[in-house]
């Protein structure tokens, strides 16, 4: 059984009436609110039944306590201030009428007014709990109503911001219907907003050629895809057309699903203007480089024409200088003496000089033109060298000097132009002998570095050197560093620079290091694949080359050799030279006259010159290969045409082999021989 | 932890320091959650790494940025969300203390997910107690001295808050002895 005391403090609001309704007990707490609600004191002094919905309800008694004892009674207190909802329990002896309860209190705040606090409830009092759950509540909603608050203040600066942006901005629904349409999008389409509104974009707005990108930005933007940058042509109210710069991303609607695309433009239209303008300057500035180029293309044929021009009228007269002079030296014309032959020599060498200027010449041309033909192949180094010694070896002779060479035993061959190489050498060579002292030394030297795979090939002599100020000069063409060394060394004045391009051509490097008064050294680095395992077998087919161009010729008669050359001086020379060598000799003045005499005398060899007047060496080459009995003679083009398309064309028209004039008489002579069929000597 | 906790700390900084403070504490916490939902669960670490940044932003102490937090949950945030509730919790600081141990209890049963700590009240003195604090989450006895410290203010009482125990230490819970009155005055 619970003590009073134990009572009161499980139920602080608690009170007991009797059958004539007095209080026979009170809560501590509800005496504390109720100050009149005193043991004895009539219940109706302070409290009052508050009937919810009820009219003539009847008197709160005893009677009524009986009947409605499982019905919740709300009290109030006769000042309104306080409701007590209660549950009534009956006592029979004696008779009592016991209510448990506690006040009502909806709101913290009432607690408060009711001067309460949370620990006059007894533990068990649901009430607390209410209470806290309330002001839990209460903090949700705030905390909803403060994040609403700050959603709406960001919506709206996102639709300010859309609103007023530079960039047209344009929302569509799921089936491209236009939901947004900024002020941008009104002023660049000239269409406002209430009139774009629910119209479909695609169909108003975007030009039939865009429509196709149009509609796949649209479909990513509705797949939840952002997509970015599709050029789409729109049209405005005035059927223009502006071009735009297109990216999209879905919209979502209130439930994150998507609802549609976002779309920001971007006027590209002033760009495509100025791409177009671009393009057409383009256009334009190419028109004019190709017709410049055209020009320049007429121009460098001009030039190559008046190179093969020149060469054939400086070749054809040093044909006869240096052939008659070499027969006449010969004794091809009767016996000479010790002065004349002199005189001669000295004419043969002025041609000699004369023709190496104007190879010169025309190496240059061909290199500046981009025409220099390499003819790449494994060349052997030892026998470039060699061959290149033994050309200037008299020369050296001539002046006491002495030529070492030093190879190196790991380099066997380079791949390059043969004809090149010994022309870089011997020009180099050349020059040592030209500028070295008598008695002096030229050291010709080969080093491979495996490294680098590079090959030096190095030129040093002993003569007068080059200051470092003079060093600059050395390339520029036609130049000698001092004008006075020209009258002791005379010289073209293009061997260097010529060395110096040829090697640019063959991807090598050339360099100079030079000692005034010691001497000067001239290197060659070349491209080289260092072997890996021994190129021997490359070197003897190198060597054995190099051998066959060095024989000697024989001098037989015996064979017919037709001479076709409008030139007599020429005609005569070959005529001359042949005939002395045991050959038999016919002549013709032009094609047609050559055609007629070789049908008439069969010759075994035809040396045919090209430009010819009536009918050239081509027309008259072509018109004897048409013929089934000349399809097999030998034909030697020879001309003063020196330019490398020249061979070409003398082939084609039916050329068996192809001579430059000035040829070397000796030369013709083995070119013959080893065209005549299986090679008779005469 | 409650996002109310969370809110408490951006308030805290906020208010006292100023609203670049706080942004300067998030970036540097790492945190980019825009508004915290107090009665929402957020993940512990997100409390603790608040309170590191606002530590080395604002160049106090964890230890001192605790204590001002507890306080400033007392006497703002939970003024802010539970004044009335708060203030009818107890007439005095002491009726307030004995309390306390039921209202977490409520707390608890409301949400249960939560987790909240719970206080145990012993030796039960006319101007002292024993306060006993249970939680699972470690390095918090600062903060619940500044929350005694702020209820204190609260109800202008002079309070005297000394740990008896400590968890951080090998004890098995946290343990306070709350003095107030003359002696704590004194």
Same mark, same amino acid.
């Given at each position: ?25 009170? #809560? ?42 499982? =019905? ?30 506690? $006040? ?22 649901? =009430? ?65 907003? $209430? ?11 975007? /030009? ?7 509609? !796949? ?18 049209? =405005? ?12 991303? $879905?919209?979502?609607?209130? /439930? ?48 190559? /024409? ?89 020369? %050296? ?14 380099? =066997? ?9 010994? !022309? ?79 090697? &640019? ?24 694949? $260092? +072997? ?25 008669? #015996? ?95 039916? %050329? ?10 000796? &030369? ?8 005549? +069929? ?5 | ?10 308030? @805290? ?24 939902? *107090? ?20 160049? @106090? ?23 009335? @509730? ?15 141990? *039921? ?84």
């Amino acid at each position: 059984m619970l003590t009073p005391a134990q009572f009161a403090k499980l139920f602080p609001f608690h009170f007991v009436l009797d059958r004539e309704m007095r209080i026979v007990s009170i #809560g501590p707490v509800l005496a504390r609110l109720c100050p009149r609600a005193v043991v004895g004191a009539p219940f109706s002094l302070t409290f009052a039944l508050h009937r919810i919905g009820l009219e003539n309800a009847r008197a709160f008694d005893r009677d009524l306590i009986r009947e409605q004892q499982a =019905t919740l009674f709300i009290f109030k207190t006769t000042d309104s201030r306080l409701l007590m909802r209660c549950q009534v329990m009956l006592l029979e002896d004696p008779e009592r009428y016991v209510f448990l309860g506690s $006040p009502w209190v909806r709101r913290p705040n009432e607690l408060a007014a009711l001067k309460l606090t949370l620990a006059d409830f007894a533990l068990h009092d649901s =009430t607390v709990d209410l209470l806290q759950h309330v002001q839990t509540a209460y903090v949700s909603v705030r905390d909803a109503k403060e994040l609403a608050a700050r959603l709406e203040l960001q919506r709206d600066d996102l639709q300010g911001m859309i609103e007023f942006a530079n960039a047209p901005i344009v929302g569509v629904d799921l089936t491209g219907r236009i939901e947004e349409w900024n002020r941008a999008a009104e002023s660049r389409l000239g269409v406002t907003k $209430p009139e774009a509104l629910g119209s479909n974009f695609l169909a108003r707005f975007v /030009d039939r050629g865009s429509r196709a990108s149009a509609a !796949q930005l649209l479909a990513e933007g509705s797949s939840g895809r952002a997509c970015g940058d599709l050029e789409c042509n729109l049209k =405005t109210a005035d059927d223009k057309l502006v071009l735009m710069l297109l990216s999209g991303s $879905p919209r979502h609607g209130p /439930d994150g699903q998507v609802v549609g695309t976002l779309m920001v433009g971007q006027n590209i239209t002033s760009l495509g203007e100025y791409r177009a303008e671009l393009e057409k300057q383009v256009s334009d500035r190419t028109a004019e480089l190709e017709k410049a180029n055209d020009q320049l293309s007429s121009a460098l044929r001009a030039k190559d /024409d008046f190179l093969s021009a020149m060469s054939h009228e400086l070749r054809t007269p040093l044909n006869a200088i240096l052939g008659l002079s070499e027969s006449m030296v010969d004794g091809v014309y009767g016996h000479l003496n010790e002065k004349q032959t002199r005189s001669l020599n000295t004419i043969a060498e002025s041609g000699h000089h004369l023709l190496s200027l104007i190879n010169d010449l025309l190496d240059l041309a061909k290199v500046g033109a981009g025409k220099m033909e390499l003819d790449l192949m494994q060349v052997s180094v030892a026998a470039a060298c060699e061959s290149s010694v033994r050309l200037v070896t008299e020369q %050296a002779n001539k002046k006491g000097i002495t030529i070492g060479v030093a190879l190196d035993p790991i380099v =066997t061959t380079v791949v390059t132009d043969s004809r090149r190489l010994t !022309q870089v050498l011997v020009n180099l060579l050349s020059n040592a002998v030209k500028f070295t002292h008598d008695r002096g030394r030229i050291e010709l030297e080969v080093h491979g570095d495996t490294d680098e795979r590079t090959v030096a090939i190095g030129v040093s002599d002993t003569g007068i050197g080059i200051s470092a100020d003079d060093l600059a000069r050395l390339f520029v063409p036609f130049t000698q560093i001092d004008s006075k060394l020209s009258r002791l060394y005379p010289g073209t004045g293009l061997g260097l620079t010529l060395v110096r391009r040829l090697t &640019d051509v063959l991807g090598g490097d050339l360099a100079v290091a030079s000692e005034v008064g010691v001497g000067s050294r001239f290197t060659v680095v070349l491209p080289w694949d $260092p +072997p890996t395992h021994s190129g021997a077998a490359d070197t003897e087919q190198a060597g054995a080359k190099f051998d066959a161009h060095g024989g000697a010729m024989g001098e037989e008669s #015996g064979p017919l050799i037709l001479v076709v050359d409008d030139d007599l001086p020429s005609q005569t020379t070959v005529r001359d030279y042949l005939c002395a060598n045991g050959f038999r000799v016919e002549t013709a003045n032009n094609g047609a006259e050559g055609v007629r005499v070789a049908r008439l005398r069969h010759p075994q060899v035809i040396l045919m010159d090209l430009q010819m007047p009536v009918m050239d060496g081509f027309a008259a080459m072509r018109e004897l290969r048409g013929t089934p009995s000349f399809e097999a003679t030998a034909i030697i083009a020879l001309t003063s045409k020196a330019m490398p398309e020249d061979r070409a064309a003398c082939l084609a028209a039916g %050329a068996t082999a192809y001579l430059s004039k000035p040829v070397a008489l000796r &030369d013709l002579v083995s070119t013959i021989r080893s065209a005549l +069929p299986n090679n008779p000597q005469p | 932890m409650y996002g109310m906790v969370n809110k408490a700390v951006e308030n @805290l900084v906020t208010i006292k320091f100023g609203a670049d403070k706080w942004r300067a504490v998030k970036k540097k916490a790492g945190v980019t959650i825009e508004a915290f939902i *107090s009665n929402d669960a957020y993940d512990d670490s997100i409390t603790y790494s608040l309170v590191g940044a606002a530590s080395e932003v604002l160049g @106090l102490t964890p230890s001192e940025i605790l204590f001002a937090f507890g306080e400033f949950w007392v006497l703002h945030t939970a003024r802010l969300d539970y004044g009335d @509730l708060l203030s009818s919790a107890g007439r005095d600081l002491p009726e307030f203390l004995d309390y306390l141990p *039921s209202f977490h209890i409520r707390v608890a049963l409301i949400f249960p997910h939560l987790k909240p700590p719970r206080f145990e009240v012993s030796d039960r003195g006319p101007d002292r107690l024993t306060m006993h604090y249970f939680s699972h989450r470690p390095g918090l006895s600062d903060f619940v001295k500044g929350l005694f410290s702020g209820l204190g203010k609260m109800y202008e009482t002079p309070l005297t808050v000394t740990q008896t125990k400590s968890k951080d230490q090998g004890a098995e819970h946290d343990e306070f002895l709350l003095q107030w009155g003359a002696v704590a005055a004194a």
